[in-house]
């Protein structure tokens, strides 16, 4: 059974950091494509960063030049370096690993975690 599991969540101020972690069980992660999506109360989920099995990344606009995305295929995990946050980027943040599609930010992926609270205070 495949598990993705984040952690790393919590509440900081305005301009601060958190480093989210995903962690695959029942998966070997390495070939494919894994990507962090954020979904805020009555919003649609959003795809905020993707990285490649060979390391090449994609970002949302939004988080451009603040959030950093990395994966360790040795652990069959994936982080997400978050600095400068925002109160907008408050939000269930959620893993996910193989897309259905090429595009790597739409949220149509094969696994997904059960998301992480962010919540960035003013």
């Known amino acids: 059974q495949v598990q993705l599991a984040e952690s790393g969540g919590g509440s900081v101020q305005a301009g601060g950091s958190l480093r989210l972690s995903c962690t695959a069980s029942g998966y070997t992660t390495s070939g494919t494509c894994m990507g962090w999506f954020r979904q805020a109360p009555g919003k649609e989920r959003e795809g905020v960063s993707a990285?490649?099995?060979?390391?090449?990344?994609t970002y949302a606009d939004s988080v451009k030049g603040r959030f950093t995305i990395s994966r360790d295929n040795a652990k069959n995990a994936m982080y997400l370096e978050m600095n400068g946050l925002k109160p907008e980027d408050t939000a269930m943040y959620y893993c996910?690993?193989?897309?259905?599609?090429?595009?790597?930010?739409?949220?149509?992926?094969?696994?997904w975690g059960q998301g992480i609270q962010v919540t960035v205070s003013s």
């Open positions: 990285i490649g099995s060979t390391g090449g990344t």
């Open positions: 996910a690993a193989k897309p259905r599609r090429g595009t790597w930010l739409v949220p149509e992926y094969d696994y």
